[in-house]
Structures are given as C-alpha cells and as structure tokens.
C-alpha cells in the first residue's frame, strides 16, 4: 500500500496560482500511475489529471486543460500538480491517487490521499 499525503491547498483569489504536492511513503511510486481528482461539495469526484509512471503520457480534464499541468519526481517520490489561472470553480478538495493504470476513472486507483482544500474566491 502507498500512503499518500497532500499538501499546498489553500484560499486564493481567482486568477492565482497554486501547487499541490502529494508525498508518497511506504513503497514507491515510480511503477504507479498518478492522478489527481477533486470533489467539490454536494457533488461527485471528477478526474482532474493522471500521468504515467514514466511521465510520457499525460491527461487533463477539459476544465483545467491549458490551466493545470502534473507532474512528478519518482527520486523524491512525489507527484505535483501546478495549477494556475484559478476560477471559482475550481474550489473542491483535492485528492491524490496511485493505481496501476493512469484512467480518468476513480475505482481504477487503489490507493488515495486525506485531500486537500482549495478554495478560490472572487
């Protein structure tokens, strides 16, 4: 199993950026594929982006393409996620996740982080 723990969220003002981190122990990540997903309140958990144990392949949900990029550091364990020109809608908790095929789909990640919050203001 990989723990995995999130850090960086936080209140911004719309337009502002932000980087999450998600720190992974317990047993490496560099054979995982990474995501991150985010749920916002009273609705359900949506992809945000997913990235391949060799950082070749990369995926964004249409809302934040062109806004957010991952990336990661299999020496350090950690997976980023760079998010920039912030809108309201963004405001959700962030999750991190490892599973063994980087999908959009949330039951194909076995191991999930506490989350993260961010909250964009106007």
């Known amino acids: 199993q990989v723990r995995l723990a999130e850090s960086g969220g936080g209140l911004v003002q719309a337009g502002d950026s932000l980087r999450l981190s998600c720190a992974a122990s317990?047993?490496?990540?560099?054979?995982?594929?990474m995501a991150w997903f985010r749920q916002a309140l009273g609705k359900e958990r949506e992809f945000v982006s997913s990235i391949t144990s060799n950082s070749r392949n990369v995926a964004y949900a249409d809302a934040v393409k062109g806004r957010f990029s991952i990336f990661r550091d299999n020496a350090k364990n950690t997976v980023n996620l760079q998010m920039n020109d912030l809108k309201l809608e963004d405001t959700a908790v962030y999750y991190c996740?490892?599973?063994?095929?980087?999908?959009?789909?949330?039951?194909?990640?076995?191991?999930w982080g506490q989350g993260a919050q961010v909250t964009v203001a106007s």
């Open positions: 317990g047993r490496t990540i560099t054979y995982y594929a």
């Open positions: 996740a490892a599973g063994f095929s980087a999908t959009n789909q949330p039951k194909q990640y076995k191991d």
